[in-house]
């Protein structure tokens, strides 16, 4: 069975991601379609498939397909995506954004921990993509040990705030270079030779929504209690592409650094890169493009003892973050029957 696709936001950073994983995984694609706002509608975009030309959104046209990928702004899915999802002629959305995943009856899926609830609805939401990357490490971590505390910092790269952010960092570690003041209008403050300890919002409790948002999300996905606690600290600097992050969890049985070694090593979606002999450690250079997440620097924690751990873990997070994470729940979907080609696509 193969099925009419669409992408909705496919000019911007994620929906091109999403548009080269449908391509590179082979996705049974019967016909792609393309849908942006009046700035792209009526541009071509050269695909796998053929030259597809990019349609102004309509949500009536974009139900005609049978699954449609959303990779625009919370606001946008928040007046779209219910509209696409309900009805007799209902289309599956999976939603990039953050607009849905704090919603019960809407699953927020990391397939390879959660696969299962997308047959709960037509509506999933992907998780945010700091969360995403964590979770290829911890999840596997916590079958081993149980997770009782985490605590992460991250190192998140200009790519996270879409084109327009790696835009602002090139035009503006230009312009640094040749001495011109750096203009800031997507980042609170310039980000070249810089790093900003602000992603998103702060939020009343001190911490930003970025931060707020990995903790919420890691409890929804993980079915972990609701005060299960995990504490984490976004901060921008001035990489291209990939997100960092350092990790420190406290566990409910002892580690033993040898085993969680070789769990990371046989979990899908990680790629274990830990040979400090060599110098080799997860790196946003070497995560950039791949589909698993690098995780390295493993090491029984001296604050934790026994019961800690911590480790450094690289992905790219507009792929493992976003676009791959994406189709893996379309891929899922396909498997467990739950995306079905309608009749009249
Ligand atoms: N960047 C990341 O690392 C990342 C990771 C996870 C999730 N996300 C989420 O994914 C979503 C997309 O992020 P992004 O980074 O790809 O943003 P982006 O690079 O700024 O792209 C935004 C896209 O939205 C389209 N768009 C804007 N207004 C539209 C409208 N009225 N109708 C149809 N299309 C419209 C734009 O198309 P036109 O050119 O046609 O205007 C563009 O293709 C956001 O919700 C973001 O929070 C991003």
Same mark, same amino acid.
């Not at 911890?138 to 200009?158: D, E, R």
């Not at 409890?219 to 592409?241: E, M, N, Q, Y």
């Not at 990939?242 to 046989?266: G, K, N, Y």
């Given at each position: #069975? &193969?099925?009419?696709?669409? +992408? ?21 694609? %019967?016909?792609?379609? +393309?849908?942006?706002?009046?700035? &792209? ?13 990019? %349609? ?20 946008? &899915? ?34 390879? +921990? ?44 200009? &790519? ?5 952010? #790696? ?15 750096? *203009?800031?209008?997507?980042? !609170? ?52 592409? !990939?997100?960092? %992050? ?11 650094? !040898? ?17 400090? *002999? ?53 891929? %899922? ?13």
């Amino acid at each position: #069975m &193969s099925y009419t696709v669409g +992408i909705v936001g496919a000019t911007g950073a994620v929906g091109q991601e999403i548009r080269n994983v449908l391509e590179t995984r082979d996705f049974p694609v %019967e016909r792609l379609r +393309i849908f942006g706002s009046a700035r &792209s509608a009526g541009s071509t975009v050269a695909t796998k498939y053929g030259d597809v030309t990019v %349609e102004l959104f309509d949500v009536a046209a974009a139900k005609q397909c049978d699954v449609v990928f959303l990779a625009v702004s919370g606001d946008f &899915s928040l007046e779209h995506a219910r509209h696409l999802t309900q009805g007799d002629d209902a289309t599956v959305c999976i939603d990039n954004s953050s607009a849905f995943r704090y919603e019960a009856d809407v699953p927020l899926v990391v397939p390879e +921990i959660n696969g299962a609830e997308t047959k709960k609805s037509k509506l999933i939401a992907n998780p945010n993509c700091t969360t995403a990357i964590a979770l290829m490490a911890l999840w596997p971590l916590h079958q081993l040990f149980g997770l009782k505390k985490v605590i992460m910092s991250t190192y998140q790269a200009a &790519s996270g705030a879409g084109q327009p952010g #790696m835009d602002e960092l090139t035009q503006g570690t230009q312009a640094y270079l040749n001495g011109e003041a750096v *203009e800031n209008n997507i980042f !609170a403050h310039p980000l070249p030779f810089n790093v900003i300890p602000q992603i998103d919002k702060f939020q009343s409790n001190g911490y930003t929504k970025e931060e707020m948002k990995v903790t919420w999300e890691t409890r929804k996905i993980c079915g972990l209690p609701d005060d299960f606690p995990l504490s984490c600290t976004a901060v921008r600097i001035p990489t291209i592409r !990939a997100h960092s %992050e350092s990790i420190v969890v406290e566990t409910e049985r002892p580690v033993d650094v !040898a085993a969680a070694r070789q769990a990371l090593a046989q979990a899908p979606g990680v790629k274990l890169v830990d040979n400090t *002999e060599q110098l080799e450690y997860p790196m946003p250079q070497t995560a950039t493009g791949q589909y698993d997440v690098e995780v390295g620097r493993l090491r029984k924690s001296i604050v934790y003892g026994d019961y800690g751990l911590e480790l450094f873990v690289c992905g790219d997070q507009l792929l493992r973050g976003a676009a791959l994470n994406a189709v893996l729940v379309a891929e %899922e979907m396909v498997t467990n029957g739950s995306l079905q080609a309608k009749k009249t696509a």
